[in-house]
């Protein structure tokens, strides 16, 4: 079965780093598109980044572009998110997920049908 495994996440100071790691099984990883979420409380899932199956593509959402990277490993079934210059307002819970195809980046997340159970990114001031 499909298997999505966040790490990584934590507390950081303002204008800190931190990478975020998603480890998949139970399927060709280097055959979809994968991408990240996040849920900040009180808020609805939004997209973060997203990158196609062989990482020549990729989006971003506007509030990270510039301030985070996302890469994968197809060797290692992994897909990164490189996080720098994080502010308070970045902290939410952080998702992988496995997109519906190997090109399209979706940033919506109804397009995205396997999720990892998320790690937690608290950014204090």
């Known amino acids: 079965q499909v298997q999505l495994v966040e790490s990584g996440g934590g507390l950081v100071q303002a204008g800190g780093s931190l990478r975020l790691s998603c480890k998949a099984s139970?399927?060709?990883?280097?055959?979809?598109?994968m991408g990240w979420f996040r849920q900040a409380p009180g808020k609805e899932r939004e997209f973060v980044a997203g990158i196609n199956w062989s990482g020549t593509n990729t989006n971003y959402a506007d509030s990270v572009r510039g301030r985070f990277t996302i890469s994968r490993d197809n060797a290692k079934n992994t897909v990164y998110l490189q996080m720098s210059s994080l502010r308070p307002e970045d902290t939410a819970v952080y998702y992988c997920a496995r997109g519906s195809g190997t090109d399209y980046i979706a940033n919506n997340e109804h397009l995205y049908a396997y999720w990892g159970q998320g790690t937690q990114v608290t950014v204090s001031s």
């Open positions: 139970g399927y060709t990883f280097s055959s979809y598109a």
